[in-house]
């Protein structure tokens, strides 16, 4: 089967997720097919590099992991069932810190923070169809950083179930996160990029 022999009207699951082969990355997104960019480009690459060492670096002897794309991060509605999961997604990087929702294929449950980079033709996908499955499943912070426009924009989970949004931050702001006491990140080292 080839990614053009796939009806894109239709509503598939991670049980057919998993038996395609393409060469084409994919994410389903509540049973649609969103066909990922193709490979990132260098500047989205860097800034991938420096936020997850940033991540890494924090974590060590800590009980959160962080990992980067590809992952398979699985969002159950009501069974673990691979028939039954409709969404699957990519993040650039996410943070899990409850080791239970780890298994041999990725992360199946919402993770504490998830981090999109955006690129060229990615960015409605982003900021709407993935705000809202983030937001939906319970991600803890779901951080974007716009590496183009070097602005980075953090939402954070409320006590009823909403995001929140940060200030838009930039150049000489540094990130933080109640999530990961003592993480510091500044920004003006993700984007200096050149």
Known sequence: MRFSDLDLSKTYTYADYLKWQFEERLELIKGRIFKMSPAPRRIHQKASAIIFYNLFDHLKDKQCDVYSAPFDVRIP??????????TVLQPDICVICDRSKLDDRGCIGAPDIVVEILSPGNNRKELQNKYEVYEESGVKEYWI?????KTF???????????????LLTFGDVVT???LPGFTMALDDVFNLD
């Open 177 to 179: 996160t109640p999530v």
């Open 77 to 86: 509605r009501k069974s673990k069932e691979d028939k039954e999961i409709v």
């Open 145 to 149: 950083i716009h590496p183009d426009e």
């Open 153 to 167: 924009m953090k939402y954070t989970l409320d006590a009823s179930g909403h995001y929140q949004p940060s200030r």
